[in-house]
């Protein structure tokens, strides 16, 4: 079968400069054949997921689905290529990149999570440490904003697969302040139900844009580095260029 992507740009923000997201997906590439679905609804990102899921799967040629959020920067352009090969050679179905929480104290969106009867418990196993480089660590939940998913996993769910604030799961959080339980949550949960694992490729090392970067330190440092050559060498660039009329002495 000839692989197909359906990658499915999730608005988040307004604050995202307008540059941001059409330049790294035009640097990033596509280990097959890829099309682009576009949803804007960022008041609810569940209805938002589940438009663009029920979207791609109106395409039958279409064989994974890759969610982007418009707020997610993505500097190693391989980093798509290795998530896809990686389902691909190990028979699994749900892999997500590493990316950092917006908010303080920014852990590493690296989710352990249990569901019981009465309660819902998650934890970051990686709070205040760096994760381990070059790894595919499988977790408890997977973040869904630079998420890669096949076919599969949506034809053996019933609908819905994503639920932004789902009442059942927030009763039984422990932690009642704060944002409701995510889509991402829901999803994660549901998916292992139904026999997935759940996987962080964190050779897919991403930024969240906040907006300012939030990432491993050495990555955001080096979109800053990589700005600050690019403009040097633009300057130097205009600098060689002589006035009209100007000529040699």
Known sequence: MIALIVIGHCKRTEHVPHWQHQATMAALKKPCLSMDIYESHIFDIGASRQAIAESFLSFPEATHLLFVDDDITIPDSDSLVRMFNFLEKNNESIVSGLY??????HHPLIMACEETETELRFAFPYAGKEPPRNHVIKVGAVPCGFLLIKRQVFEKIPKP???YG??????????KRGAPPGEDIYFSLKARKHGFNLWVDTRADLLHYVPTFVGRKEVVDSIFTTKTEALSQAKAELLKVKPKGETEN
């Open 166 to 175: 789902d009442p059942e799961l927030a009763r039984k959080q422990l932690l």
């Open 100 to 105: 950092y929480n917006k908010t303080p104290p």
């Open 161 to 163: 697969w994503f639920v």
